[in-house]
């Protein structure tokens, strides 16, 4: 496994150039990107096989953020193990912009699926699962679905195709942050036991801490081992890792107001002072 400092820090890594992306646009999906972050760096610092100088390489694994409007956090995370520059996160949602809103395959390296449509990026998913063993290959897929998104039908349908068709080389996760567009998941639709529930549907399914990096790993390297298609159900927090994104109301989508702007750089510079006093414990030998 992946050494745990590395991850880590390649976990705050991300959050600190999530955050500052949204920040130079003023606006954006902040609570689900920052709920995902430790997911993307389990995935791309341990799991995936992928290789940013070649994003086409054929034998590398894929990922398909089905709640595309987390994208600010995928794209934050290809920029940080060397898909493009972290420049270019400066450009999120301008005019012309190669990093809009949503995941955008035909404008970003290392974006499988164009996502934002809720439900149809775990169907894309399921197809590529399916249509890698067809042709003989080993390639894993991965997909991340909201709990929100799971009010979709189509994510159900899938989950059946996904069981019935007994793709072992699928693994779901799923960003239970309990929180929504319009509200708790609980005040709009539901979600009861999500492990049962993708259990009934012929999953593997197991609840997993959602900001404990190194839990994760560990979760999937016991997917990529089952016999069967698994699922991930990682309890999050919608803002996790940012007080005044967590404690936010309406954190779905924020558009930054003097207090905001001044609250977000603070938590910048706490994630930058937290990773140099990393660096310098590692260059000391005192490794934390």
């Given at each position: 496994?992946?050494?745990?400092?590395?991850?880590?820090?390649?976990?705050?890594?991300?959050?600190?150039?999530?955050?500052?992306?949204?920040?130079?646009?003023?606006?954006?999906?902040?609570?689900?990107?920052?709920?995902?972050?430790?997911?993307?760096?389990?995935?791309?610092?341990?799991?995936?096989?992928?290789?940013?100088?070649?994003?086409?390489?054929?034998?590398?694994?894929?990922?398909?953020?089905?709640?595309?409007?987390?994208?600010?956090?995928?794209?934050?995370?290809?920029?940080?193990?060397?898909?493009?520059?972290?420049?270019?996160?400066?450009?999120?949602?301008?005019?012309?912009?190669?990093?809009?809103?949503?995941?955008?395959?035909?404008?970003?390296?290392?974006?499988?699926?164009?996502?934002?449509?809720?439900?149809?990026?775990?169907?894309?998913?399921?197809?590529?699962?399916?249509?890698?063993?067809?042709?003989?290959?080993?390639?894993?897929?991965?997909?991340?679905?909201?709990?929100?998104?799971?009010?979709?039908?189509?994510?159900?349908?899938?989950?059946?195709?996904?069981?019935?068709?007994?793709?072992?080389?699928?693994?779901?996760?799923?960003?239970?942050?309990?929180?929504?567009?319009?509200?708790?998941?609980?005040?709009?639709?539901?979600?009861?036991?999500?492990?049962?529930?993708?259990?009934?549907?012929?999953?593997?399914?197991?609840?997993?801490?959602?900001?404990?990096?190194?839990?994760?790993?560990?979760a999937l390297d016991r997917a990529r081992e089952a016999k069967r298609p698994t699922c991930l159900v990682l309890?999050?927090?919608?803002?996790?890792?940012?007080?005044?994104?967590?404690?936010?109301?309406?954190?779905?989508?924020?558009?930054?107001?003097?207090?905001?702007?001044?609250?977000?750089?603070?938590?910048?510079?706490?994630?930058?002072?937290?990773?140099?006093?990393?660096?310098?414990?590692?260059?000391?030998?005192?490794?934390?």
């Amino acid at each position: 496994m992946a050494q745990e400092r590395d991850l880590k820090r390649l976990a705050q890594t991300i959050r600190r150039l999530t955050l500052m992306e949204l920040l130079h646009a003023g606006y954006g999906h902040f609570g689900g990107s920052l709920s995902i972050v430790e997911a993307l760096a389990a995935l791309y610092g341990h799991a995936m096989k992928v290789d940013p100088a070649h994003p086409d390489w054929e034998d590398r694994d894929y990922f398909v953020l089905s709640k595309g409007h987390a994208a600010p956090a995928l794209y934050a995370t290809l920029a940080a193990v060397g898909f493009f520059p972290a420049e270019r996160l400066e450009t999120l949602n301008a005019n012309g912009t190669k990093l809009p809103s949503h995941a955008d395959r035909n404008k970003v390296e290392g974006v499988e699926m164009t996502t934002g449509s809720m439900g149809q990026g775990i169907s894309a998913a399921a197809g590529m699962a399916y249509g890698l063993r067809v042709a003989g290959k080993s390639n894993q897929v991965y997909c991340l679905v909201g709990d929100g998104e799971l009010n979709e039908g189509q994510c159900w349908e899938a989950t059946q195709f996904i069981a019935h068709q007994q793709l072992t080389n699928f693994v779901l996760l799923v960003d239970d942050n309990k929180r929504q567009l319009d509200g708790p998941t609980a005040d709009i639709c539901q979600t009861f036991d999500l492990v049962a529930k993708f259990e009934a549907f012929g999953l593997a399914a197991e609840l997993v801490p959602g900001q404990d990096v190194m839990a994760i790993a560990a979760a999937l390297d016991r997917a990529r081992e089952a016999k069967r298609p698994t699922c991930l159900v990682l309890d999050t927090i919608k803002g996790a890792g940012v007080d005044f994104v967590a404690n936010a109301k309406d954190n779905h989508h924020l558009r930054l107001d003097g207090a905001g702007k001044e609250a977000i750089a603070q938590a910048i510079s706490l994630l930058e002072a937290e990773l140099n006093l990393d660096v310098a414990a590692v260059e000391e030998g005192t490794d934390r």
